[in-house]
């Protein structure tokens, strides 16, 4: 079986991992580490590259990786790969999950103390044995075991919706081509867009449910069957994932559809109202009180619906768009409005996106140059795009200097100029992610800041810091007379690391006052502002952009994981200053 994108770049960032503990160069690493994303990014399956011959198609990938990935596709193993969880054992490798512990502390904790899993370093700590070692003590010690609680928080066995989505959409994809299928579509958590799902519901319109499921059986991916029925089949894919596909009469989609998006607390109060009606409600249709929809669809006094808005107008209520459903007001809103509108009708949506305010390029960590990226924008529609290099303290290769930042100035101004002479309507724009050093200062002066058309603010380091002391620092970057926009404001990475510890009122209010756009970062392992946040802030009257950090073409994709957390948020257009045309964007930046 054919290894898929995820899979593979699993495989590479694991012998990144492995090379790093064992003290191997840095550009080795960083080969693996590159590798690993570009193929995660990639807009085409590396299976499909593999058949044609076609692997150096993407970026960072050369004759010796090529070699690795050939042998996987070939033999199902990679001889190298094994050699290297022989050497360095899984569980030490796990303590890299643990904040605070990198490649050398772990190879230290393993030689020094014979440590080879997290239950042990846990153990260790708890026993004071970590602060004997040199440069450790007991604040850092006790920094390991903040950290281990952490992970267990995290341990949650869901999913990042980012992960989630492309596999659903395969499968989506396939079914839809199967005879007789009418309509198909993902529910549960992933069709609500939430940050982290636990499984993937698919629900099936069809008259004929066989060619369904076996269709469904026979795709690529499965490690296990966990049940198969006539309308109904279960399986667990080879990264854990458990798949769920319903099939439905059409006549009862709209009920259905409904039922299994859910949330929970939502379906409650919808079946509270039916009840209030003297009905009641289940996945395929409506009754009066003390019916049994199921089994006697047809009778005069069932009621079965093919659509979900016509469902919700039945029981009294305005349609309510799938992201709202999670009891936060929703329900209560649909009430007032009343039968055959739409709660948030001006929500916003994927097709509102003008441009992309955040993506790096070989000027800093990106895969691909301005050209590159800017063509993959105007693909997608966008009317401009703002180039976001790091600057040089944050450590990463390449990142920009005073002196550098002019002569990408020039490359981005050829770009402009070729791109208008093709009768492109559309404009790079030249910006940078700006290093807040740990007293929130920036990385560059305020005269290169100035040269700049909008500038990006990110904390990147120290994200421990004390509530007051991190929260000081971000507004004291915002209060900076160039900065347009705070980048990532919690620097969470979903499943992997927790956000600071801000006094967010504090802070929705200094963007608010110092004219500062909080973004919505698309990024499928950070997804920060959250839903929860994102909201508060635009009731307060903030500004929010919407960005994909991308660091490679495929990833300007990723903003649709960004405008679900909007949607999530109650957000409408008029919010997010890039769905605004390029005047109002630049007139609204030169007022801060």
């Known amino acids: 079986m054919p290894f898929s994108n995820q899979q593979l770049a699993a495989i590479f960032?694991?012998?990144?991992?492995?090379?790093?503990?064992?003290?191997?160069?840095?550009?080795?690493?960083?080969?693996?580490?590159?590798a690993a994303e570009n193929i995660l990014n990639a807009s085409r399956p590396a299976a499909d590259l593999w058949r044609e011959g076609a692997l150096d198609q993407i970026p960072g990938i050369g004759k010796e990786i090529a070699a690795k990935v050939d042998e996987l596709m070939r033999t199902g193993r990679l001889a190298f790969?094994?050699?290297?969880?022989?050497?360095?054992?899984?569980?030490?490798?796990?303590?890299?999950?643990?904040?605070?512990?990198?490649?050398?502390?772990?190879?230290?904790?393993?030689?020094?103390?014979?440590?080879?899993?997290?239950?042990?370093?846990?153990?260790?700590?708890?026993?004071?044995?970590l602060r004997e070692l040199p440069r450790m003590g007991e604040k850092a010690e006790q920094k390991i075991l903040a950290g281990i609680e952490s992970l267990k928080r995290r341990a949650t066995g869901r999913?990042?919706?980012?992960?989630?989505?492309?596999?659903?959409?395969?499968?989506?994809?396939?079914?839809?081509?199967?005879?007789?299928?009418?309509?198909?579509?993902w529910a549960g958590s992933l069709r609500r867009g939430k940050e982290t799902i636990g499984d993937i519901?698919?629900?099936?319109?069809?008259?004929?449910?066989?060619?369904?499921?076996?269709?469904?059986?026979?795709?690529p991916g499965i490690a296990e069957v966990l049940g198969a029925g006539e309308t109904k089949s279960s399986v667990r894919l080879a990264d854990g994932l458990q798949v769920d596909v319903r099939t439905v009469e059409p006549r009862v989609w709209g009920t259905a559809l409904q039922y299994f998006t859910g949330s929970q607390l939502h379906n409650i109060k919808v079946?509270?109202?039916?009840?209030?009606?003297?009905?009641?409600?289940?996945?395929?249709?409506?009754?009066?009180?003390?019916?049994?929809?199921?089994?006697?669809?047809?009778?005069?006094?069932?009621?079965?619906?093919?659509?979900?808005?016509?469902?919700?107008?039945r029981l009294g209520m305005a349609y309510i768009p799938p992201e709202l459903r999670e009891d936060r007001g929703e329900i209560e809103k649909a009430l007032e409005l009343g039968p055959m509108r739409i709660v948030m009708p001006d929500l916003i949506d994927l097709k509102d996106m003008r441009g992309d305010l955040q993506m790096h390029t070989t000027w800093s960590d990106g895969a691909s140059d301005v050209m590159d990226i800017a063509r993959a924008a105007i693909a997608l529609g966008y009317e401009y795009i703002l180039i976001t290099d790091h600057t040089h303290s944050?450590?990463?290769?390449?990142?920009?200097?005073?002196?550098?930042?002019?002569?990408?100035?020039?490359?981005?101004?050829?770009?402009?100029?070729?791109?208008?002479?093709?009768?492109?309507?559309?404009r790079v724009l030249q910006g940078a992610e700006v290093e807040v050093k740990?007293?929130?200062?920036?990385?560059?002066?305020?005269?290169?800041?100035?040269?700049?058309?909008?500038?990006?603010?990110?904390?990147?380091?120290?994200?421990t810091q004390s509530r007051e002391k991190i929260t000081a620092r971000a507004i004291r970057a915002m209060q900076n007379p160039h900065v347009n926009i705070l980048g990532h404001p919690s620097g969470r990475l979903i499943n992997e690391r927790e956000g600071a510890d801000y006094d967010w009122e504090a802070l929705f209010r200094a963007a608010l006052e110092h004219n500062v756009a909080l973004e919505i970062n698309?990024?499928?392992?950070?997804?920060?502002?959250?839903?929860?946040?994102?909201?508060?802030?635009?009731?307060?009257?903030?500004?929010?952009?919407?960005?994909?950090?991308?660091?490679?073409?495929?990833?300007?994709?990723n903003m649709i994981l960004g405008v679900m957390v909007a949607r999530r948020a109650w957000v409408t257009p008029a919010s997010v200053i890039n769905t605004w045309p390029l005047a109002k964007l630049l007139k609204w930046a030169a007022k801060k």
Request: proline share 5%; aromatic share 4%; hydrophobic share 40%.
């Open 522 to 557: 698309a990024d499928p392992l950070r997804l920060d502002l959250n839903d929860v946040l994102a909201r508060r802030a635009v009731e307060l009257g903030c500004k929010l952009s919407i960005s994909t950090d991308a660091h490679s073409p495929g990833m300007l994709n």
């Open 13 to 34: 960032n694991d012998i990144a991992d492995r090379l790093d503990i064992q003290g191997e160069i840095v550009f080795k690493v960083r080969a693996y580490r590159t």
């Open 438 to 463: 740990s007293d929130g200062a920036l990385d560059l002066p305020d005269d290169v800041l100035a040269q700049f058309d909008l500038v990006q603010a990110s904390v990147h380091t120290s994200l």
């Open 271 to 313: 079946r509270e109202i039916a009840q209030k009606k003297g009905l009641t409600l289940n996945e395929y249709a409506v009754s009066r009180l003390g019916g049994t929809p199921h089994d006697a669809i047809g009778r005069t006094d069932v009621e079965t619906f093919d659509n979900e808005p016509a469902l919700y107008a």
């Open 159 to 185: 999913m990042r919706l980012g992960d989630a989505l492309p596999i659903a959409q395969r499968i989506v994809s396939r079914l839809k081509d199967v005879s007789g299928v009418q309509k198909v579509e």
């Open 81 to 129: 790969y094994e050699r290297l969880r022989s050497e360095v054992p899984d569980g030490v490798v796990a303590m890299l999950r643990v904040p605070g512990v990198g490649p050398k502390r772990a190879k230290e904790f393993w030689d020094r103390l014979g440590i080879t899993d997290v239950d042990q370093l846990e153990a260790a700590a708890r026993a004071g044995k």
């Open 394 to 426: 944050l450590g990463v290769a390449n990142g920009l200097t005073p002196e550098r930042v002019k002569q990408q100035r020039k490359e981005i101004d050829q770009v402009n100029a070729q791109l208008k002479k093709e009768g492109h309507k559309f």
């Open 201 to 219: 519901d698919i629900i099936v319109a069809t008259t004929d449910p066989t060619p369904v499921m076996q269709t469904f059986l026979a795709m």
